[in-house]
């Protein structure tokens, strides 16, 4: 049953309001924790104020901290608000009843229109004291930009695909699955590289923990500020799995170069390399390659014509390209202007890396790989318990007929006129070449018996040569086995019937 206008608002207002508030309340927590280990006493209305920043940096809205640019935004507050915004748009998508096409719109626009409504807002409200603000417009933009993503993520991953986006290729399908599943793979590979990084840079992360925290508080907060960041140094990871490397400051990082630069007391700063990579470390671009090499797999299991392959890798090296470009923007920015200031990943690097080590790579699979299952073309000879004496009826051609009555006509002359075996002589029949195998079987001769001599066994049925074979599409036509010959006998009936019906004929003539 589907809910009436009244019901409708309420649903999209509960989806716009609901996902706004659940979000902030999520960092009030977090707010409050920042504050107590900062040693600030924040009461409950200051934790409610210091959430505001926060909740804006989750948005990925650039900040100014006391006149100097700030936007290095931590990605993990980000992830939380994207799958709080998905979870409530998808809830309203299904009590409205699940039409993309009909409810989805007003689903989009209302969440992301709240969302950047009150992002201009809190922009607005920023308590002075913190000496934190926000351009109302870059709040606005990306506010909204991030809740509609999320929520037509959220819609979709509730109602699936549209039946209209359904009806495109099966390669632009494919393309799209393989850049998922190359993203994913660079994640992971991401991941192992970071915690790789965090144990061998263990002891330089511990001696920044005495330095900068040393008691319990100070060392919960600056525990929650990595936590907060380490998607970035994820995606730092990633970076530099993929040849491009990362800057900080002016301390530069990559599998071929590496230079150090001002020495930070921040744990995750503190576990960047800071001398020459060592010299197996371009071997880590294997890794990268044997994500690419999964992708073309997949997408040569998935699609059996080549040049279908040929379209769902580019689409999959695009996909997973567009997805790293866009992880390297958010996960960098401007530090403050200090010595660690910018921290960037080069997106004129990153994405023609990942295209080459993904798209490049896949292709390759997909072009030189032989196929895993060849089909081959079996011919099998069988016997047709249906068949009958000189082949069956669909296998006969349309300018053969044929008949078992005597008399029919069976033969055409030159003129393309029907001939009746009566009217030739005993001796043209007997000595006509019999329709059959031309080789072997001609060859043989045939001899007609004598009057009162006993009829000869009658020839058998070669079947296993005269069965035409059958595998997927091929049909192979095999000759058919001669007719048994009619004896003397016949031949002489069939001759006198034939006279009669002549004779009746001329009877009754004009």
């Given amino acids: 049953m589907q809910p009436d206008g009244v019901a409708r608002l309420r649903i999209l207002c509960a989806a716009a309001t609901g996902t706004v508030l659940a979000s902030y309340a999520l960092l009030v927590p977090a707010a409050a924790a920042v504050g107590w280990t900062a040693g600030d006493g924040l009461s409950f209305d200051g934790a409610f104020a210091a959430a505001i920043p926060l909740w804006l940096a989750a948005h990925q809205i650039p900040l100014v901290l006391s006149g100097q640019p700030f936007s290095v935004l931590p990605l993990l507050p980000t992830a939380v608000l994207f799958a709080v915004v998905a979870l409530g748009a998808g809830w309203a998508l299904r009590r409205l009843g699940g039409r993309f096409r009909h409810d989805g719109g007003p689903v989009l626009v209302g969440t992301a229109g709240a969302h950047a409504a009150v992002a201009v807002l809190g922009s607005a409200l920023l308590p002075r004291a ?79 923990y005495r330095g900068l925290a040393p008691t319990f508080g100070d060392g919960l907060g600056v525990t929650l500020l990595g936590l907060a960041y380490l998607p970035n140094a994820a995606v730092g990871a990633l970076s530099w799995a993929v040849g491009a490397g990362f800057t900080v400051g002016a301390a530069t990082g990559s ?32 890794l990268p390659v044997a994500v690419g090499l999964l992708v073309g797999l997949f997408v040569r ?107 029919s006509p069976v033969d055409a002359d030159d003129d393309g006129e029907k001939v009746d075996p009566g009217d030739a ?86």
């Fill in 130 to 208: 913190a000496e934190v603000a926000a351009q109302p417009w870059a709040a606005m933009v990306g506010a909204g930009l991030l809740a509609g993503v999320a929520a037509l993520t959220g819609m979709l991953r509730s109602c699936g695909l549209p039946p209209e986006w359904r009806a495109g290729p099966d390669w632009l399908r494919v393309g799209m699955r393989g850049g998922a599943l190359a993203l994913a793979g660079l994640v992971a590979v991401a991941s192992v590289l970071l915690v790789v990084a965090l144990v061998t840079g263990a002891p330089r992360m511990v001696a920044a």
């Fill in 255 to 286: 599998p071929f170069d590496a230079r150090p630069g001002v020495p930070s007391s921040f744990p995750l700063l503190a576990a960047l390399p800071t001398g020459v990579p060592p010299v197996w470390a371009p071997a880590v671009l294997a």
């Fill in 425 to 510: 002589p005993v001796d043209e029949i007997d000595d006509a070449p019999a329709s059959g195998p031309p080789a072997d079987d001609e060859a043989r001769p045939s001899r007609t018996p004598d009057a009162g001599e006993p009829e000869a066994p009658p020839v058998p049925d070669r079947t296993d040569r005269a069965r035409p074979a059958r595998s997927g599409l091929l049909r192979r036509r095999v000759p058919e086995p001669p007719p048994q010959p009619r004896t003397v006998a016949d031949l002489v009936a069939e001759r006198a019937r034939t006279a009669a019906e002549r004779a009746a004929r001329e009877a009754d003539g004009p």
């Fill in 301 to 407: 299991r998935a699609l059996p014509v080549p040049a279908d392959r040929i379209r769902a890798t580019a689409v999959a090296g695009l996909v997973a390209a567009s997805g790293a470009t866009l992880l390297a923007l958010l996960a960098g920015g401007r530090l403050a202007a200090g010595p660690y200031d910018p921290v960037r990943f080069p997106v004129e690097l990153v994405a023609p890396a990942t295209l080459l080590w993904i798209g490049g790579v896949a292709a390759v699979v997909v072009i030189l790989r032989r196929d895993e299952n060849p089909v081959f073309v079996e011919v099998v000879d069988e016997v047709d318990p249906d068949r009958e004496e000189g082949g069956s009826a669909d296998e006969l051609d349309d300018d053969e007929p044929a008949s078992d009555e005597p008399g």
